[in-house]
């Protein structure tokens, strides 16, 4: 019924993934009403579930839920287009891998029965269920290529700089770390007189690193620091903008005067990347992931979706309101 690339989707499967997605939503939903009393624009407060005609997001809550579908379906099936490419297929080892992991998983459910059962629930085959599987063994294939010298997804040691960068700061707050609230302006005048102090000082120093590590360990706001002491190897996104362009213009060993953010000023030392992962090679992977997921946003961002006509008579709420009935069905039973 869908089409990504050269890659088909068999209706079990679609029907499979607009579930999953919609019952993460429906979760996520219900639990921040729940705790802090978010969407609820998006409950029926009568019955407590969620009203799937409701806006979400700027758009009715179930055409966002089919957007997020075929974002994930695009996803996986990138992972499948991109293994068959690169010649990353399922290895002997994955495949008993793959069966053990089944057979253990049958012993657990209390034998095959259970385990029919268990797929009727998902509304998927054997044969679906492989599938779904084996996309987690290909995605460690295409992996294990990042690390091979000569491979065609090998990333170059002097490379990783491009997708992950390696910094610390000061953070001088102007809200309350706790709370969110923040200070009064003149408090906040008074922490960028702070802010500007210490960046003087780390500038005079003979050794203006070991200033910076001396005046961030006594005055740094950053709740992160106890487990990040030496700052933060990150990926785009993952930091707020300011942060984020004020590292990138650094050269490892400079530090920055201080920068505004929402959070408060930030002095910014950008630390040398290269020398971190070859002092902890673990690290390498968290970097090594972004690549490959970039490469897989590429390709899942060109191909092509198509879908088969019958798709636009399903009625969505009606299916997923009868596929939780059935589900509650075989819980009953």
């Known amino acids: 019924v869908m089409t990504v690339g050269n890659i088909e989707l068999p209706a079990e499967l679609y ?125 460690m294939n295409l992996l294990d290529m990042v690390f091979q010298e000569g491979s065609a997804l090998y990333l170059t040691e002097e490379n990783y700089n491009l997708y992950a960068t390696y910094a610390d700061h000061i953070l001088i707050a102007t809200q309350n770390m706790q709370n969110g609230e923040m200070l009064t302006q003149q408090q906040q005048v008074e922490k960028y007189q702070l802010a500007l102090d210490l960046a003087e000082q780390i500038h005079a120093a003979d050794d203006p690193i070991a200033k910076f590590e001396e005046l961030a360990a006594e005055y740094s706001d950053d709740p992160g620091r106890e487990s990040n002491p030496t700052g933060y190897i990150y990926t785009a996104g993952s930091m707020v903008a300011e942060f984020e362009s004020t590292a990138s213009s650094l050269l490892p060993g400079e530090i920055s005067e201080p920068v505004q953010s929402d959070y408060g000023f930030h002095i910014i030392l950008r630390r040398d990347l290269l020398a971190a992962l070859a002092e902890d090679e673990s690290r390498k992977v968290e970097v090594a992931r972004e690549y490959l997921n970039q490469l897989l946003v590429r390709k899942r961002s060109t191909s092509e979706v198509t879908y088969d006509e019958c798709l636009k008579n399903v009625n969505w709420t009606g299916f997923y309101d009868a596929y939780i009935a059935k589900v509650d069905q075989f819980s009953a039973g």
Do not use: H
């Open 15 to 139: 029907f499979y993934w607009v579930c999953y997605v919609c019952s993460s939503l429906e979760y996520n939903i219900l639990s921040e009403y729940s705790n802090y009393g978010m969407y609820g624009s998006c409950i029926n407060r009568e019955t407590m579930t969620v009203d799937w005609t409701s806006n979400y997001a700027n758009m009715p809550l179930m055409e966002y839920a089919l957007a997020q579908t075929e974002e994930t379906i695009k996803y996986y099936m990138s992972i499948e287009e991109l293994a068959a490419e690169k010649n990353a297929g399922l290895t002997t080892a994955n495949k008993l891998d793959m069966e053990n992991s089944f057979r253990q998983a049958v012993e657990e459910m209390g034998g095959g029965n259970a385990f029919v059962n268990y797929l009727n629930l998902l509304g998927i085959s054997r044969a679906s269920f492989d599938r779904i599987s084996a996309a987690s063994y290909l995605y």
